[in-house]
Protein backbone atom coordinates (compact mmCIF):
# COMPACT_ATOMS: atom_id res chain seq x y z
CA UNK A 1 0.00 0.00 0.00
CA UNK A 2 2.46 2.14 0.40
CA UNK A 3 4.38 1.64 -3.02
CA UNK A 4 1.05 3.39 -3.94
CA UNK A 5 1.42 6.40 -1.54
CA UNK A 6 -1.55 5.15 0.40
CA UNK A 7 -0.82 4.08 4.53
CA UNK A 8 -3.11 1.40 5.87
CA UNK A 9 -5.70 2.34 8.24
CA UNK A 10 -7.20 0.60 11.26
CA UNK A 11 -9.86 -0.60 9.22
CA UNK A 12 -7.01 -2.21 7.04
CA UNK A 13 -5.83 -3.74 10.13
CA UNK A 14 -9.21 -5.03 11.44
CA UNK A 15 -9.96 -6.88 8.04
CA UNK A 16 -6.54 -8.70 8.79
CA UNK A 17 -7.00 -9.03 12.28
CA UNK A 18 -10.56 -10.85 11.35
CA UNK A 19 -9.10 -12.58 9.09
CA UNK A 20 -6.56 -14.09 10.88
CA UNK A 21 -9.17 -14.74 13.34
CA UNK A 22 -11.04 -16.60 11.05
CA UNK A 23 -8.37 -18.84 9.67
CA UNK A 24 -7.36 -20.22 13.64
CA UNK A 25 -4.42 -17.76 13.45
CA UNK A 26 -5.68 -15.80 16.39
CA UNK A 27 -2.14 -15.36 18.38
CA UNK A 28 -1.06 -13.83 15.01
CA UNK A 29 -3.89 -11.59 15.23
CA UNK A 30 -3.12 -10.54 18.63
CA UNK A 31 0.33 -9.59 17.38
CA UNK A 32 -1.16 -7.49 14.67
CA UNK A 33 -3.29 -5.87 17.55
CA UNK A 34 -0.06 -5.13 19.74
CA UNK A 35 1.82 -3.70 16.93
CA UNK A 36 -0.64 -1.14 15.92
CA UNK A 37 0.84 1.32 18.94
CA UNK A 38 3.84 1.31 16.81
CA UNK A 39 2.23 2.33 13.88
CA UNK A 40 1.08 5.07 15.30
CA UNK A 41 -2.48 3.97 15.26
CA UNK A 42 -4.98 3.01 17.94
CA UNK A 43 -7.62 -0.32 17.97
CA UNK A 44 -11.10 0.88 17.58
CA UNK A 45 -13.87 -1.12 19.54
CA UNK A 46 -14.12 -2.98 15.80
CA UNK A 47 -10.46 -4.14 16.43
CA UNK A 48 -11.24 -5.34 20.11
CA UNK A 49 -14.85 -6.94 19.46
CA UNK A 50 -12.50 -8.92 16.91
CA UNK A 51 -9.88 -10.51 19.26
CA UNK A 52 -13.17 -10.73 21.81
CA UNK A 53 -15.08 -12.77 19.61
CA UNK A 54 -12.30 -14.98 19.12
CA UNK A 55 -10.76 -15.78 22.57
CA UNK A 56 -14.25 -16.19 23.92
CA UNK A 57 -14.40 -19.49 21.72
CA UNK A 58 -11.23 -21.08 22.83
CA UNK A 59 -11.48 -19.91 25.64
CA UNK A 60 -8.95 -17.59 26.69
CA UNK A 61 -10.31 -15.89 30.20
CA UNK A 62 -7.43 -14.08 31.06
CA UNK A 63 -6.72 -12.48 27.30
CA UNK A 64 -10.70 -11.89 27.35
CA UNK A 65 -10.28 -10.10 30.69
CA UNK A 66 -7.55 -7.83 29.26
CA UNK A 67 -8.65 -6.94 26.20
CA UNK A 68 -12.16 -5.41 28.16
CA UNK A 69 -9.66 -3.20 30.46
CA UNK A 70 -8.20 -2.75 27.49
CA UNK A 71 -11.28 -1.33 25.73
CA UNK A 72 -12.49 0.27 29.19
CA UNK A 73 -9.08 2.22 29.18
CA UNK A 74 -9.18 3.47 25.79
CA UNK A 75 -12.72 4.98 26.69
CA UNK A 76 -14.27 2.12 24.59
CA UNK A 77 -18.16 0.69 25.90
CA UNK A 78 -19.04 -2.03 24.58
CA UNK A 79 -21.69 -2.52 22.30
CA UNK A 80 -24.57 -5.08 21.00
CA UNK A 81 -21.79 -7.30 19.53
CA UNK A 82 -19.11 -7.02 22.59
CA UNK A 83 -21.77 -8.39 24.43
CA UNK A 84 -22.87 -10.86 22.23
CA UNK A 85 -19.60 -12.45 21.67
CA UNK A 86 -19.60 -12.70 25.56
CA UNK A 87 -22.78 -14.02 26.50
CA UNK A 88 -21.92 -17.09 23.10
CA UNK A 89 -18.60 -17.59 24.82
CA UNK A 90 -20.21 -18.23 28.25
CA UNK A 91 -22.59 -20.12 27.22
CA UNK A 92 -20.96 -22.31 25.10
CA UNK A 93 -18.59 -23.28 28.10
CA UNK A 94 -21.70 -23.75 30.61
CA UNK A 95 -21.82 -20.17 32.16
CA UNK A 96 -25.35 -19.39 31.69
CA UNK A 97 -25.30 -17.58 34.92
CA UNK A 98 -22.82 -15.54 34.00
CA UNK A 99 -24.13 -14.99 30.47
CA UNK A 100 -27.52 -13.97 32.36
CA UNK A 101 -25.55 -11.76 34.39
CA UNK A 102 -23.98 -10.26 31.53
CA UNK A 103 -27.50 -9.78 29.46
CA UNK A 104 -28.71 -7.60 32.74
CA UNK A 105 -25.64 -5.44 32.22
CA UNK A 106 -26.29 -4.89 28.79
CA UNK A 107 -29.79 -3.77 29.52
CA UNK A 108 -27.89 -1.54 31.85
CA UNK A 109 -26.11 -0.04 29.46
CA UNK A 110 -29.28 0.73 27.31
CA UNK A 111 -28.12 -2.28 24.97
CA UNK A 112 -31.18 -3.71 23.98
CA UNK A 113 -30.62 -7.86 23.79
CA UNK A 114 -31.63 -9.68 19.78
CA UNK A 115 -33.68 -12.82 19.91
CA UNK A 116 -30.31 -14.11 19.10
CA UNK A 117 -28.84 -13.37 22.54
CA UNK A 118 -32.08 -14.87 23.65
CA UNK A 119 -31.83 -17.69 21.60
CA UNK A 120 -27.99 -18.64 22.77
CA UNK A 121 -29.33 -18.21 26.49
CA UNK A 122 -32.39 -20.68 26.04
CA UNK A 123 -30.20 -23.17 24.07
CA UNK A 124 -27.61 -23.27 26.96
CA UNK A 125 -30.15 -23.67 29.46
CA UNK A 126 -31.63 -26.38 27.28
CA UNK A 127 -28.08 -28.15 27.63
CA UNK A 128 -28.20 -28.22 31.33
CA UNK A 129 -31.84 -29.16 31.66
CA UNK A 130 -32.56 -25.51 33.84
CA UNK A 131 -36.34 -25.47 32.55
CA UNK A 132 -37.13 -22.83 35.07
CA UNK A 133 -34.36 -20.99 33.77
CA UNK A 134 -36.26 -21.29 30.40
CA UNK A 135 -39.53 -19.83 31.60
CA UNK A 136 -37.93 -16.90 33.20
CA UNK A 137 -35.54 -16.16 29.72
CA UNK A 138 -38.78 -16.14 27.98
CA UNK A 139 -40.99 -13.74 30.02
CA UNK A 140 -37.79 -11.75 30.06
CA UNK A 141 -37.78 -12.14 26.07
CA UNK A 142 -41.33 -10.98 26.38
CA UNK A 143 -40.77 -7.79 28.75
CA UNK A 144 -38.15 -6.71 26.77
CA UNK A 145 -39.87 -6.71 23.39
CA UNK A 146 -38.12 -9.43 21.66
CA UNK A 147 -39.98 -11.63 19.44
CA UNK A 148 -39.10 -15.68 19.25
CA UNK A 149 -38.06 -16.93 15.73
CA UNK A 150 -37.79 -20.28 14.38
CA UNK A 151 -34.58 -20.71 16.18
CA UNK A 152 -36.90 -19.92 19.40
CA UNK A 153 -39.54 -21.96 18.91
CA UNK A 154 -37.20 -25.04 17.44
CA UNK A 155 -35.39 -24.82 21.29
CA UNK A 156 -38.53 -24.45 22.25
CA UNK A 157 -39.84 -27.74 20.87
CA UNK A 158 -36.70 -29.50 22.04
CA UNK A 159 -37.89 -28.28 25.55
CA UNK A 160 -41.06 -29.75 25.80
CA UNK A 161 -40.15 -32.70 23.49
CA UNK A 162 -37.19 -33.52 26.25
CA UNK A 163 -38.42 -31.77 29.46
CA UNK A 164 -41.40 -34.11 30.12
CA UNK A 165 -39.00 -37.01 31.28
CA UNK A 166 -36.86 -34.98 33.43
CA UNK A 167 -39.86 -34.99 35.88
CA UNK A 168 -40.70 -31.20 35.62
CA UNK A 169 -44.66 -31.57 35.11
CA UNK A 170 -45.33 -27.82 36.51
CA UNK A 171 -42.28 -25.89 34.65
CA UNK A 172 -43.48 -27.77 31.03
CA UNK A 173 -46.87 -26.64 31.99
CA UNK A 174 -46.11 -23.06 32.28
CA UNK A 175 -43.73 -23.20 29.28
CA UNK A 176 -46.44 -24.42 27.55
CA UNK A 177 -49.06 -21.98 28.83
CA UNK A 178 -46.16 -18.93 27.70
CA UNK A 179 -45.95 -20.61 24.84
CA UNK A 180 -49.63 -20.70 23.61
CA UNK A 181 -49.94 -16.86 24.81
CA UNK A 182 -46.99 -15.50 22.75
CA UNK A 183 -48.63 -17.69 19.65
CA UNK A 184 -52.07 -16.04 20.00
CA UNK A 185 -50.32 -12.55 19.87
Known amino acids: MK ?8 I ?18 LRVFKDLKNLRLFPDRNSFNILLHAFVKEPQWPLVSKLLIGMHE ?15 GLCKHQEVSSAIY ?8 GIKPTT ?11 NRCK ?8 VDMARDGCELDAVSFS ?3 CVLSEGGPYGYPRAIMMLKAFIKMVMEQ
Open 12 to 29: TYNVLMDALCKKGLCKTA
Open 116 to 126: SVYNTLLDASL
Open 102 to 109: LRDQMLQN
Open 131 to 138: LWQIYHIL
Open 155 to 157: ILD
Open 3 to 10: NIGMSPTI
Open 74 to 88: QSLMPDAYTFSSLIY
